[in-house]
């Protein structure tokens, strides 16, 4: 298969290096050649630290790099079979991308955006052939993360939704077909991970560290909700949220949070920044913490109040997913384990502490505050009164 890559950044750099391990003869397309010069030399560093890991020999990086040429005119990707466009998140601008490339690739070239937040349907809609479209959004770093998003618009053919997964699958992903909205799985059901904390923090119940530890001890959660913000970066943090809550016409559940919003405005971006919620090293290693307040983390009581709180909002999220038919419960639950390294599938951890826990815990979050952030999610509800379960149990 032949595969046009458009975008050399980071996540176009990693999606060609799994196409090329996968066999595919790729075309990188940039049209910075200084660009393009950096991705070769990073996927030379990237291979020769697989080599020194054993994890592959000198004729498999031969082989790899020999599947990728780097081009800068649009028109050396006319001979793909599929394009996969991962540049700047602008609508306007991948429109008019699209729309360019479709006067140079196949009729039967399926054409694929790794947006992570804009309309799919939007995308397809520049082209003549608007069924040939399809989101492929893949995490980065491409080639570690396992999960991949396939988003079929409402003008996408079924024969083109088939192919895209049969593809994905062929690279050694794990596909989970999501619905065109805002956020599609991961960015929309994560949302209570970060907004849920801030608000924690900014009521005044636990500083950054304290939450982080609840989530990381009790939940089993490699990074804390900040630690994870700082990784990210508090600006590209914001902006999805932002996106996410205009999207949705302003649903409370997205609203984002007024500390990050500074802090992103002060600079403070994470470890790129040298400054977030914690403070870094040049090589972005903690050396501080840049919390308010004297730490709280050993305070059993409170860190089952904070997981708890954080869990349930992310619970009800992918319920509601489920219930809107975003996705079915065995792809948003791989969405998250696959997707952002969540430790269980939250439908799965929904089971687990019972539907009746849920759906109480959310109706006490609803008293308190009879904000229409903290509704309970209709299935959640229906499933209750039915004694029923997301999974079948043994």
Not at 190 to 216: M, Q, V
Not at 261 to 281: N, P, T
Request: charged letters at 25%; a negative charge; one cysteine or more.
């Amino acid at each position: 298969m032949n595969v046009g890559i458009i975008g050399s950044g980071t996540m176009g750099s990693g999606i060609a290096q799994v196409a090329a391990t996968a066999g595919c003869q790729v075309k990188l397309y940039d049209t910075n050649q200084a660009a393009l010069d950096k991705a070769k030399a990073s996927l030379e560093n990237i291979l020769s630290r697989l080599i020194e890991k054993g994890r592959i020999d000198t004729n498999e990086k031969t082989r790899i790099q020999g599947n990728i040429n780097y081009v800068n005119s649009l028109k050396d990707l006319g001979d793909s079979n599929l394009t996969i466009e991962a540049i700047i998140e602008n609508l306007d601008i991948k429109q008019k991308v699209f729309s360019e490339l479709e006067g140079y690739v196949s009729e039967d070239c399926i054409i694929a955006s790794n947006t992570s937040s804009l309309s799919i349907a939007s995308i397809a809609a520049s082209l003549k052939k608007p069924e040939r479209c399809i989101g492929i959004h893949f995490f980065n770093p491409a080639p570690l993360m396992k999960l991949v998003e396939v988003i079929p618009a409402i003008q996408t053919s079924k024969e083109v939704l088939q192919k895209s997964i049969e593809t994905i699958s062929d690279w050694k992903k794990v596909v989970a077909v999501a619905k065109d909205t805002p956020g599609f799985i991961v960015n929309r059901v994560a949302r209570p991970f970060y907004g849920e904390a801030l608000r924690i923090y900014e009521e005044g119940i636990a500083d950054f560290e304290t939450i982080d530890h609840s989530l990381k001890t009790l939940g089993g959660f490699r990074m804390g909700p900040f630690e994870l913000m700082d990784f990210i970066g508090n600006d590209v943090n914001y902006t999805v949220t932002e996106t996410v809550f205009t999207a949705f016409y302003f649903d409370p559940r997205y609203k984002p949070a007024f500390t990050q919003k500074r802090f992103a405005e002060a600079g403070y971006l994470g470890r790129k920044s040298g400054k977030g919620y914690y403070d870094y090293d040049a090589n972005g290693k903690l050396i501080s913490r840049h919390a308010e307040g004297v730490s709280d983390s050993h305070n059993t009581e409170l860190a089952e109040q904070i997981f708890n709180r954080v869990l349930v909002m992310l619970i009800n999220e992918a319920a509601d997913a489920l219930f809107l038919n975003i996705a079915s419960a065995e792809d948003i639950d791989n969405a998250m384990t696959k997707g952002v390294n969540y430790p269980k599938g939250l439908l799965t951890w929904a089971d687990e502490k019972g539907i009746d826990w849920c759906v109480n815990t959310m109706d006490e979050l609803y008293n308190d505050y009879h904000e229409d952030r903290y509704r309970c999610s209709p299935l959640l509800r229906k499933m209750h009164r039915e004694n029923k379960t997301f999974f079948n149990k043994a």
